[in-house]
């Protein structure tokens, strides 16, 4: 059970991972709450390579690999099971079953607006201004039908949700600023938007809100803090509650600018693909 909420907490972290027409690697560290009980430091490395309209996130850690590639002029997402070596072809149609078995009333994240507080600092000798937003998530959705949730969760999880507050420092200088901004537009209107959730893998109703919110602000999200409390009933919202706030935080580690190999968006040689 650990090991799948901190999956999850992975999953909320990179959802405001960096997405531009370059290669960006992206380091998270997780403390306190959830990733406190698990004994273990949760520190995962994400590597994002956008081409065109074609994107590809690989998530790194001790307790999960994940990687999703998206290619928008398609319509589909595949994504990848190192384990396993298996890759899984996701359309509009995928994503569209997942939401409408979600329960009823699905709205997605509630999002505040992205508000400027009008600081600023430099970061990496980028100067970074600051923006703060919160957000809502209802653990349910977060895991629709046709996920990999045991049972038991799933019944756990009803009525549990995460309260995410945010400060957001961008960054519009840096290289690929501008291409990142295009793509994340992009994303958010296209009909993969909720397949494409921070290349997580778990389809998530009204993610297309909040990637078309951080992508108006035409630049580089270079620095992210965020603070996660939960609030529900039952044994294992409190035992959450207990744990305490789950602190995280998302720094840009290197951006380059370099050419990107066509293959990089191809399901790798020796991989079983699997339609749905």
Same mark, same amino acid.
């Given at each position: 059970?650990?090991?799948?909420?901190?999956?999850?907490?992975?999953?909320?972290?990179?959802?405001?991972?960096?997405?531009?027409?370059?290669?960006?690697?992206?380091?998270?560290?997780?403390?306190?709450?959830?990733?406190?009980?698990?004994?273990?430091?949760?520190?995962?490395?994400?590597?994002?390579?956008?081409?065109?309209?074609?994107?590809?996130? @690989?998530?790194?850690?001790?307790?999960?690999?994940?990687?999703?590639?998206? *290619?928008?002029?398609?319509?589909?997402?595949?994504?990848?099971?190192?384990?396993?070596?298996?890759?899984?072809?996701?359309?509009?149609?995928?994503?569209?079953?997942?939401?409408?078995?979600?329960?009823?009333?699905?709205?997605?994240?509630?999002?505040?607006?992205?508000?400027?507080?009008?600081?600023?600092?430099?970061?990496?000798?980028?100067?970074?201004?600051?923006?703060?937003?919160? /957000?809502?998530?209802?653990?349910?959705?977060?895991?629709?039908?046709?996920?990999?949730?045991?049972?038991?969760?799933?019944?756990?999880?009803?009525?549990? /949700?995460?309260?995410?507050?945010?400060?957001?420092?961008?960054?519009?200088?840096?290289?690929?600023?501008? @291409?990142?901004?295009?793509?994340?537009?992009?994303?958010?209107?296209?009909?993969?938007?909720?397949?494409?959730?921070?290349?997580?893998?778990?389809?998530?109703?009204?993610? *297309?809100?909040?990637?078309?919110?951080?992508?108006?602000?035409?630049?580089?999200?270079?620095?992210?803090?965020?603070?996660?409390?939960?609030?529900?009933?039952?044994?294992?919202?409190?035992?959450?509650?207990?744990?305490?706030?789950?602190?995280?935080?998302?720094?840009?580690?290197?951006?380059? /600018?370099?050419?990107?190999? @066509?293959?990089?968006?191809?399901?790798?040689?020796?991989?079983?693909?699997?339609?749905?």
């Amino acid at each position: 059970m650990k090991r799948w909420l901190m999956t999850l907490a992975m999953f909320v972290a990179c959802s405001t991972a960096i997405r531009a027409d370059v290669t960006v690697v992206q380091t998270t560290t997780i403390e306190g709450g959830m990733a406190a009980m698990t004994g273990q430091t949760i520190a995962p490395t994400t590597t994002t390579r956008i081409k065109g309209l074609k994107s590809r996130s @690989d998530v790194d850690s001790e307790i999960a690999q994940i990687s999703m590639i998206a *290619d928008l002029e398609a319509k589909q997402v595949i994504a990848l099971d190192p384990t396993q070596k298996t890759a899984r072809i996701l359309q509009p149609a995928t994503a569209g079953e997942i939401v409408k078995g979600s329960a009823p009333g699905v709205t997605g994240p509630a999002l505040d607006s992205i508000k400027p507080t009008g600081r600023s600092q430099v970061i990496d000798g980028f100067k970074c201004e600051e923006y703060i937003f919160s /957000t809502t998530l209802n653990m349910s959705e977060i895991n629709p039908p046709g996920s990999t949730m045991p049972p038991e969760a799933k019944e756990m999880m009803k009525g549990i /949700t995460i309260n995410v507050n945010a400060s957001m420092w961008v960054a519009r200088d840096v290289p690929g600023a501008a @291409d990142y901004s295009a793509f994340q537009k992009a994303a958010s209107g296209s009909e993969l938007a909720a397949l494409i959730s921070g290349g997580s893998g778990m389809p998530m109703p009204g993610v *297309d809100r909040v990637m078309k919110a951080i992508g108006s602000l035409n630049g580089v999200p270079y620095l992210t803090e965020m603070t996660m409390t939960i609030q529900g009933t039952g044994q294992l919202a409190d035992m959450m509650q207990q744990a305490g706030p789950m602190h995280i935080t998302s720094k840009v580690k290197s951006i380059s /600018t370099d050419s990107i190999a @066509d293959d990089a968006f191809k399901v790798p040689p020796g991989y079983t693909v699997v339609k749905q």
